[in-house]
């Protein structure tokens, strides 16, 4: 059973940095594609970082473009992504994802999904 888990959000002042964690299992991540997505109240879930679990190759949401870093693990089975420079507007719930379908912005291909872990930038 594949689950990826989530952890490392929490409230932090704009200009701050957290970096969040997303523990994968169950599966072998070899061909797969590990992405970041979050939604904010009343928004569409929005793209934000992906990469490829062998590769290491990425991709990023304009909006984050420069502050954010996405990286892996494969030892730890783990995926991060290191957000610096956050702002107000940052505010979502943050879900990791793994696809199958290569690097896409489109959450409708990442057919895996954690439960999601709360950032909240205040002003």
């Known amino acids: 059973q594949v689950q990826l888990v989530e952890s490392g959000g929490g409230l932090v002042q704009a200009g701050g940095s957290l970096r969040l964690s997303c523990l994968a299992s169950?599966?072998?991540?070899?061909?797969?594609?590990m992405g970041w997505f979050r939604q904010a109240p009343g928004k569409e879930r929005e793209f934000v970082a992906a990469t490829r679990w062998s590769f290491g190759t990425t991709s990023y949401g304009d909006s984050v473009k420069g502050r954010f870093t996405i990286s892996r693990d494969t030892a730890k089975n783990t995926v991060y992504l290191q957000m610096n420079s956050l702002k107000p507007e940052d505010t979502a719930v943050y879900y990791c994802?793994?696809?199958?379908?290569?690097?896409?912005?489109?959450?409708?291909?990442?057919?895996?999904w954690g439960q999601g872990t709360q950032v909240t930038v205040s002003s």
């Open positions: 169950g599966r072998t991540f070899r061909d797969y594609v």
């Open positions: 994802a793994a696809g199958s379908r290569g690097v896409s912005l489109r959450y409708s291909d990442y057919g895996y």
